[in-house]
Structure formats: C-alpha cells, structure tokens
C-alpha cells in the first residue's frame, strides 16, 4: 500500500508571536519557516514523491512549493501540487486571530485540551473538531486510494496540512478516540507517516523533524515483481498484506526478531 507523509507547514508569523491563524489569508512562513522547509525538502530528496497534495492556505501552499524546488533520486522533477480544501485548517471561528494566551483563559479551552470531540468552535464559521478530523480522514484517504490505483501500491505521497489537523489523522491511524489526540506533538515542517493497508493503518513516524527518511523508500522494483509475483488474489493475501511482523520485524527488510 502507498505510504503517505503528513507534513506540517513551516513556522508562521502567527505561530511565533502565539496567534491562532485558523483561515486568516495571508499568514506566510517566517524566516524560520522558509529555512524548514528548505531543510525538509533536501530530507525528502531521497524520496520518489509521486503527488504532493496541500491545505488551500498560504502557508501550507509555501511549504509544498519548497517540496517541488527539490529534485527528487536520480534528479525527477517533483509533482505539482493539488490543492484539497479538505486538508486545510480547522474553522476556529471567532477564536480566529486572537492570542493563545488570552484563549487559555476561556471556559472553551479546557473542553478542547480534554474532550476535544465535544467541541464546536464558537460563531458562524466554527467548526467542530469532529467534523475537522472527518474530512481530513476522508481527503487522505480518498487520495491514497488514487495514488495507489495511479502509482502502484509501493508509492510514497505527501500531504501538507496544519498541526490539529494531522494530530487528527494520526490519532485515527493509531485507533485512538480523538480524546486522547492532544498527546500527539506535530511540529513545524514535522513528518508523519502511515501505510493504510486493507485492515488496518500503519504509523511509520510520528513528529519526524529531522531523521533520515531513506527508510520510507519504496523496495527496488526487482523485490517488487517478486513480491508481487508471489501474491495470492485471496483474503488470506488481503490479511497478509496487513499483518504486524510479530517481534516487530526488520524494517524494510523482511524477518523477524
């Protein structure tokens, strides 16, 4: 199955001086931003990205046209990117451009700290933090499904979102109630990865900020016609393609131990 990377944009203007940016337009990279994204593009060269899919918002649209600067193995151009407004940010409403430190104080944000899927965010544009996980869920697995049926089941695909936003996805990935999802850190220009396969999801990384990321290479394709040769067309396969490696396994190498 394809393996997608969650990537965060790069800091904000509105993240170093503490504002909720939410859908605010014009919110950029800073200085700082622009260098993570730059650091995170070189990471990423050693990678095959096959489709590059973005949050709608500036920020996240800087952080994927700093992806695409960098040639991908053996000097491959990198996709353009698609814009699905699905991965965009979740609607705040009118906690929108205020400081967090104010919001710290409101009656809201310890519901949204401990029992995030109670939480509608107030005025006429919030959302609620259940809504906001349904459609990213959806977005990434609806382009999963395309990148696998376009590129094969080995590709390897980026999707550039926002912090709650892949806390989100990642907490469904890992079955855990969106409750819990406030224990999961997703930093600037971090990498998250999970393999959906027919069973069950697969977190490869969680928070990767600066890791060689060769390892999420795809196989060469001479094991891939191996592999595939030898696949039965069989539920027993379809269970077998999702099965953990007991003893955790070998990495992309195939064993136990």
Same mark, same amino acid.
């Given at each position: 199955?394809?393996? @997608?990377l969650?990537?965060?944009?790069?800091?904000?203007?509105a993240?170093?001086?503490?504002?909720?940016?939410?859908?605010t #337009?014009?919110?950029?990279?800073?200085?700082?931003?622009?260098a993570?994204?730059?650091?995170?593009?070189?990471?990423?060269?050693v990678?095959?990205?096959?489709?590059?899919?973005t949050?709608?918002?500036?920020r996240?649209? %800087?952080? /994927?046209?700093?992806?695409?600067?960098?040639?991908?193995?053996?000097?491959?151009?990198?996709p353009?990117?698609v814009?699905?407004?699905?991965?965009? %940010?979740?609607?705040?409403g009118?906690?929108?451009?205020? %400081?967090?430190?104010?919001?710290?104080?409101? #009656?809201?944000?310890?519901v =949204?700290?401990?029992?995030?899927?109670?939480?509608?965010?107030?005025?006429?544009?919030?959302? /609620?933090?259940?809504?906001?996980?349904?459609?990213?869920?959806e977005?990434?697995?609806?382009?999963?499904?395309? =990148?696998?049926?376009?590129?094969?089941?080995?590709a390897?695909?980026?999707? =550039? /979102?926002?912090g709650?936003v892949?806390?989100?996805? @990642?907490?469904?990935?890992?079955g855990?109630?969106?409750?819990?999802f406030?224990?999961?850190?997703v930093?600037?220009?971090?990498?998250?990865?999970v393999?959906?396969?027919?069973?069950?999801?697969?977190?490869?990384?969680?928070?990767d900020?600066?890791?060689?990321?060769?390892?999420?290479?795809? #196989?060469?394709?001479?094991?891939?016609?191996?592999?595939?040769?030898g696949?039965?067309?069989?539920?027993?396969?379809l269970?077998?393609a999702?099965?953990?490696a007991?003893?955790?396994?070998?990495?992309?190498?195939?064993g136990?131990?």
């Amino acid at each position: 199955m394809p393996t @997608v990377l969650l990537v965060r944009h790069g800091r904000t203007t509105a993240n170093a001086s503490g504002v909720l940016a939410g859908w605010t #337009p014009g919110v950029g990279l800073d200085d700082t931003g622009r260098a993570q994204a730059q650091a995170l593009a070189a990471r990423m060269a050693v990678l095959p990205l096959v489709s590059i899919v973005t949050s709608p918002l500036q920020r996240c649209v %800087e952080t /994927s046209a700093a992806l695409v600067a960098v040639a991908g193995p053996d000097a491959a151009a990198r996709p353009e990117p698609v814009v699905d407004e699905r991965l965009g %940010e979740c609607r705040y409403g009118d906690w929108t451009g205020k %400081e967090l430190k104010v919001l710290a104080k409101e #009656p809201l944000w310890a519901v =949204v700290q401990a029992h995030p899927s109670a939480v509608t965010f107030p005025g006429p544009e919030g959302e /609620s933090m259940l809504t906001m996980q349904h459609r990213a869920v959806e977005a990434v697995r609806a382009h999963d499904a395309r =990148v696998a049926a376009e590129h094969g089941p080995d590709a390897v695909w980026v999707a =550039v /979102s926002h912090g709650d936003v892949i806390k989100a996805v @990642v907490a469904d990935a890992l079955g855990m109630h969106l409750d819990a999802f406030q224990r999961i850190q997703v930093d600037p220009c971090s990498v998250s990865a999970v393999r959906y396969t027919p069973l069950r999801p697969f977190s490869l990384r969680v928070n990767d900020t600066g890791g060689d990321l060769s390892a999420l290479r795809p #196989p060469p394709a001479k094991k891939r016609r191996a592999a595939r040769k030898g696949t039965r067309t069989t539920a027993a396969a379809l269970a077998a393609a999702s099965d953990a490696a007991v003893g955790g396994g070998a990495g992309n190498d195939d064993g136990n131990g």
